[in-house]
């Protein structure tokens, strides 16, 4: 399989717990994204990286929240003392260079926080 | 700010019927504009991609259409089937990241 994958696919955890979610990307797309989406929203960009550096970050991206990409090829994403409001969906996607191509999403990891 | 609305937020037709669902955006300089499919609990799938030069994207059954001077895109559905049940998703990308910008979606049921 030559898609997005995401892992855990699903995690349930307790208010204060730190969590670690992992994207590996289509091998030669340098482009990476993550987005969270709550029930019945659209999902919400949250992070960008072109290669192994960070290039931009949305403000819902709270001091809680910590994003890495090492080595340009999978990356993480830490929440810290979950909170109960960080139950979402959290969905990585990547795309190449190009403009004109689509971003292929992952199946996504979602977060339950008890 | 770009904000993406789209109408109906949730739409229930009997089967074989042919149908649109809406998309509008604010800011009309936008590169592409994407349609996706969301199946319960799962991740995204793309649909189609329209580029702003073009006015029109058909893939099967799927046919997309794109103004940008009024800020509005169709997905057209001919002939529906129950498979074809889930939230579709319109999206276009901005800022420098060209991250997407979504709207809510539209729950569609296609009954039996």
């Known amino acids: 399989d030559t898609g997005v994958s995401q892992n855990p696919r699903h995690k349930i955890t307790k208010r204060g717990q730190n969590v670690t979610f992992r994207c590996d990307p289509i091998s030669e797309h340098n482009r990476l994204y993550w987005y969270r989406q709550t029930l019945g929203q659209g999902p919400e960009f949250l992070t960008y990286f072109q290669n192994e550096a960070q290039l931009e970050k949305s403000r819902l991206l709270s001091d809680r929240f910590s994003a890495e990409r090492p080595k340009g090829s999978f990356s993480t994403l830490e929440i810290q003392r979950t909170e109960q409001g960080d139950s979402a969906m959290y969905l990585c996607?990547?795309?190449?260079?190009?403009?004109?191509?689509?971003?292929?999403f992952g199946p996504g990891t979602r977060l339950l926080v008890l | 700010k770009q904000e993406v609305t789209q109408i109906p937020a949730a739409l229930s037709v009997p089967e074989g019927e042919n149908l649109v669902l809406n998309c509008s955006f604010t800011?009309?300089?936008?590169?592409?504009l994407q349609w996706f499919r969301q199946d319960p609990g799962k991740g995204l799938t793309s649909l189609l991609l329209?580029?702003?030069?073009?006015r029109e994207q058909t893939s099967g059954r799927l046919n997309a259409s794109l103004d940008k001077s009024s800020g509005r895109s169709t997905l057209y559905i001919a002939a529906s089937q129950p498979g074809d049940s889930a939230t579709y998703l319109c999206?276009?990308?901005?800022?420098?990241?060209?991250?997407?910008?979504f709207g809510s979606g539209t729950q569609l049921t296609v009954l039996p």
């Open positions: 329209i580029q702003s030069s073009q």
């Open positions: 999206a276009v990308p901005s800022g420098s990241a060209r991250q997407l910008t």
């Open positions: 800011d009309s300089a936008i590169y592409n």
């Open positions: 996607a990547s795309l190449s260079g190009r403009v004109r191509e689509t971003q292929y």
